[in-house]
């Protein structure tokens, strides 16, 4: 069986000579649970197998994305890049992190991507776009976005 080529959880608290259970608490910032002993373990466990948590799987497991859509109809346009930098800080602000689209004023570009950001479940939708209406974005009714 061949081992994936990103390290895992298990690989950590493999490495680490330790569970789950406390890689875990280590990674969600319970540090003052751990030994300063298996603090050390960890950390160089982590080092050693370039460990990086999985977002997509912290997203699924708390049912938050953290993400926010921002479709844009030009990103070439002095006020879109204005409109982007604003939302941009803010979303950091707040932290969130937007996922920006670019449309290039095509209207098929613009429903693609709402489906495409409807998928990454994302928290909010902000559109700057050059043929959708308020009445055709039908996702910003829905209770799960908080803006649109």
Not at 95 to 105: A, E, S, Y
Request: net charge positive.
């Amino acid at each position: 069986m061949a081992k994936s080529a990103r390290p895992t959880i298990s690989d950590v608290a493999k490495a680490a000579k330790t569970g789950k259970t406390s890689i875990s608490r280590y990674l969600n910032g319970e540090k003052h649970l751990l030994s300063d002993a298996l603090l050390a373990r960890i950390e160089a466990a982590i080092a050693e197998l370039d460990y990086r948590p999985s977002l997509m799987a912290r997203s699924l497991k708390r049912g938050r994305t953290r993400l926010i859509g921002l479709i844009i109809a030009d990103i070439t346009n002095p006020y879109s890049v204005n409109v982007l930098s604003g939302i941009e800080a803010a979303c950091r602000e707040k932290g969130f992190t937007p996922l920006v689209c670019n449309t290039n004023n095509e209207v098929d570009q613009e429903l693609h991507y709402l489906d495409l950001l409807r998928s990454y479940q994302v928290e909010g939708i902000v559109v700057n776009a050059v043929g959708m209406r308020e009445e055709g974005c039908n996702v910003c009714s829905s209770p799960r976005y908080r803006w649109c």
